[in-house]
């Protein structure tokens, strides 16, 4: 048995698909990776906010009145009060009747998808939704359709074919983690409302950076209020830990007594409540943070395709750049380290067959004089390997 698990990781790294771990050291914008100091544009800390002083206040605060562990699921004994004071301006923030907060957005829609749909229900889901997505659908055992990326058509003609009378959710990525492009909101509630469906949003990668007070992208589009199930997590922008589900009330009490990855597991530590209750006051407060952030990517998109490069359909803070071929992006990749930044190569089974890429994301607390180091260093980088003129 061991000798065929060998053979698997041998035959990834034959495609240059084998993953390995690495010992990491965050410091702002910066990271120490194995010993060598890079300029980091890997991380989901799109804020800045996971190294926040307030944040790690209102956590050491926690700790000290509730202690380091939950001790029991939410359910059980493990609802602490800093849950229900988080979940009180998490709603007032989304603006939703009801939300609740779970261990992570991993968590969250395995949780939501298996919960909302049964046997009988269909889930048309994007196909470049997050593994956690994927994952949700299967262990519903509902019927699973995917449709072609953003591809509003193909829904439609999917949806068409199927019984009117059986229960259908929509769900997509409201920014796709990989590619930095927004799905198309407005068409896609349109849809749900012709057909009937319940659509579910992720907004993992917008929350706190879309929306006027940084609700997310549904916000943005002016479309939250005929979303139905909206969640998101605080482990990206927010800076720490854990995800949330906003909605109808009836919604989140189904969920409380349905909801198996909410049931049967220990809540969250009082620490990381305090950091999600600080972190949804300064993400209000201090919009200066995603608007910098907007005009950096905007900036930094602009000249990589000035430069030459493919960067996909991203319009946002996450940009890809396309290389295609896994060893070259694992090459381009270790160019840019040779430099000083750290950007990771994406390999398949993430993205694509022949989509291989470096996926660079952007923070809040980073420079326009760094940005453009290093746009020096990236277009070096693309012209030494040929991928520009
Ligand atoms: C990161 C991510 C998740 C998982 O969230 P965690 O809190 O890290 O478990 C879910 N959905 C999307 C789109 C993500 O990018």
Same mark, same amino acid.
């Given at each position: 048995m061991w000798e065929e698990l060998q053979t698997h990781i041998e035959q990834l790294e034959k495609k240059a698909q084998k993953r390995a771990l690495v010992n990491v050291e965050s410091d702002g914008c910066f990271i120490r990776i194995d010993g060598q100091h890079a300029f980091n544009f890997s991380s989901n800390n799109y804020l800045g906010l996971a190294n926040d002083e307030r944040l790690i206040q209102a956590s050491m605060e926690a700790t000290r009145t509730y202690g380091v562990g939950a001790t029991a699921s939410r359910l059980v004994v493990g609802n602490h009060p800093l849950y229900e004071q988080a979940e009180d301006v998490l709603i007032r923030w989304k603006g939703y009747e009801a939300a609740l907060i779970v261990n992570s957005g991993y968590t969250a829609n395995v949780g939501i998808l298996s919960s909302l749909a049964g046997r009988d229900a269909v889930i048309f889901s994007d196909k470049w939704n997050h593994a956690s997505i994927v994952d949700g659908a299967i262990l519903s055992r509902a019927e699973v359709k995917r449709y072609r990326h953003a591809d509003i058509d193909h829904l439609e003609t999917l949806l068409k074919k199927t019984d009117k009378h059986k229960r259908k959710l929509i769900v997509t990525d409201t920014i796709f983690s990989m590619d930095g492009d927004v799905a198309p909101l407005r068409e896609l509630v349109s849809l749900k409302e012709a057909y009937g469906a319940i659509l579910v949003v992720d907004e993992a990668h917008a929350s706190g950076v879309y929306g006027k007070n940084g609700e997310g992208m549904a916000h943005e589009c002016q479309v939250a209020q005929h979303v139905d199930v909206h969640m998101g997590t605080? *482990?990206?922008?927010?800076? *720490?830990y854990g995800a949330y589900v906003a909605g109808k009330r009836v919604f989140i009490d189904y969920l409380i007594n349905t909801m198996r990855p909410f049931i049967f597991t220990t809540a969250l530590p009082p620490s990381v409540l305090g950091a999600i209750y600080a972190a949804i006051d300064v993400v209000q407060k201090e919009p200066a943070r995603r608007y910098h952030l907007c005009a950096l990517s905007d900036h930094f998109r602009t000249r990589l395709q000035q430069a030459g490069f493919h960067i996909g359909e991203s319009t946002t803070h996450i940009v890809p750049l396309i290389v295609g071929d896994n060893e070259r992006a694992l090459a381009f990749s270790a160019r840019l380290r040779e430099r000083g930044i750290f950007a990771v190569a994406i390999r398949p089974p993430t993205v694509p067959e022949g989509t291989a890429r470096i996926r660079f994301s952007l923070m809040a607390t980073m420079t326009k004089q760094q940005i453009d180091w290093a746009l020096e260093h990236i277009c070096a980088v693309g012209k030494e390997m040929g991928l520009i003129a």
């Open positions: 605080f *482990s990206k922008a927010l800076g *720490s």
